[in-house]
Nanobody
């Protein structure tokens, strides 16, 4: 059974940083591209970042470009997402997702985690 478990969310002050983790089980991360998405109340889910199977290729959505870093440790089946200079509009539930094949910025992913809440206070 495939599971993706996100952690690292919480309440953060504006201007602070958050480091999210996504740990997978039941799948081999080296065969999957991993994406981070977020959904704020009343808004559609949007892509935040994504990383390729090897970890070499990365993508950052316009909302976090320049202040986020995604990394992957295939040996630990773990992907990390750090977002700096947080703003109240970064408040959302952050989800990681796994996709067999190429990196992708749409929601065409095979497996999803349950999400972790990030709340940025002003």
């Amino acid at each position: 059974q495939v599971q993706l478990v996100e952690s690292g969310g919480g309440l953060v002050q504006s201007g602070g940083s958050v480091r999210l983790s996504c740990v997978g089980s039941g799948l081999t991360f080296s065969a999957y591209a991993i994406g981070w998405f977020r959904q704020a109340p009343g808004k559609e889910r949007e892509v935040v970042s994504a990383i390729s199977r090897s970890g070499v290729g990365t993508y950052y959505g316009p909302s976090v470009t320049g202040r986020a870093a995604i990394s992957k440790d295939n040996a630990k089946n773990t992907v990390y997402l750090q977002v700096d200079s947080l703003k109240p509009e970064d408040t959302a539930v952050y989800y990681c997702a796994a996709r067999s094949g190429m990196i992708h910025t749409h929601e065409d992913y095979d497996y999803w985690g349950q999400g972790t809440q990030v709340t940025v206070s002003s």
